[in-house]
């Protein structure tokens, strides 16, 4: 069974930036891809970006941060980062880390909207 715990959230203002990590555990985490997502209060979770598991140079991103978030992933495969640059008017919203079925419990990225 895979676990993930992000870390990493907090307060931003427009204009900052901000790095959340996912740290997985787990047997199989490293071979799935790790994704990130966001939900705001009130609206649906929304895809936000993903790394894959064994091609860690490919990525996907939601159209609304390209250019602005970058995912990567550590050569163990078992850590994710969401580097957030530019944040503007993200508004507050829990990030929630995916590995194939598994959540975590997400990290709160609290911003002017």
């Known amino acids: 069974q895979v676990q993930l715990v992000e870390s990493g959230g907090g307060s931003v203002q427009a204009g900052s930036s901000l790095t959340l990590t996912c740290t997985a555990s787990?047997?199989?985490?490293?071979?799935?891809?790790m994704a990130w997502y966001r939900q705001a209060p009130g609206k649906e979770r929304e895809f936000v970006a993903a790394v894959q598991g064994r091609r860690r140079n490919v990525t996907e991103y939601g159209d609304s941060v390209k250019g602005r978030f970058t995912i990567s992933r550590d050569n163990t495969g078992m850590t994710a980062y969401l580097q957030m640059n530019s944040l503007e008017h993200e508004g507050t919203a829990i990030y929630y880390c995916n590995n194939h079925t598994s959540w975590g419990r997400g990290t709160q990225v609290t911003g002017s909207s």
């Open positions: 787990g047997r199989t985490a490293g071979s799935y891809t």
